[in-house]
């Protein structure tokens, strides 16, 4: 895969995955309100796509050793994916009960990470346990804090 493209696909997955699952987990547990997270994923889906590949865009510029078409291959990739990663976990919240999406697509969020963990490990030649550790650990504090967070925020303001 173009080193363009591998950009755009492994920070649009992981932050994708790990971005909407953290909003996902404290808007349910500071609303409990489908409609809140429905248009939480989507916020995320176009607002943070779009700033997260212009990030990629200014970053891969400022290196100045990229052509102009990587680094507008790498920022269209990057909004692709981190669209396609945050807009998929509304899915389960259309079909299953609330409490229940937020379990499956926790599930399913740590599942891909762990295999692009172990992707990355293996094409760097090192440990898959420590990236994989590494990875999922930073994960679920992001979902661990913004669940304690949403408990907060209901608490002072519901």
Known sequence: MKHS??????????SGIITTLGLMVGLNSS?????VVVGGI???????????????HVSQESENCHT??????STF???????VFSA???????????KAAIIISVIVGLYLLFLISLDLARKQNIKPWKVIGEHLTIAIVV????????HWISLIFG
């Open 68 to 73: 102009v078409k990587e680094v507008w291959e």
């Open 42 to 56: 989507l916020t995320i889906a176009i607002a943070d796509a779009f700033s997260d590949s212009m990030g990629i």
């Open 88 to 98: 998929i976990f509304i899915v389960p919240v259309m079909i299953l009960e609330l």
């Open 143 to 150: 979902i661990v804090l913004t669940h304690y967070i949403g």
């Open 77 to 83: 990739f990057t909004f692709l994916c981190k669209f």
């Open 31 to 35: 609303t409990n309100s489908r409609l």
């Open 5 to 14: 493209l591998r950009v755009g696909f492994s920070f649009g997955l992981t």
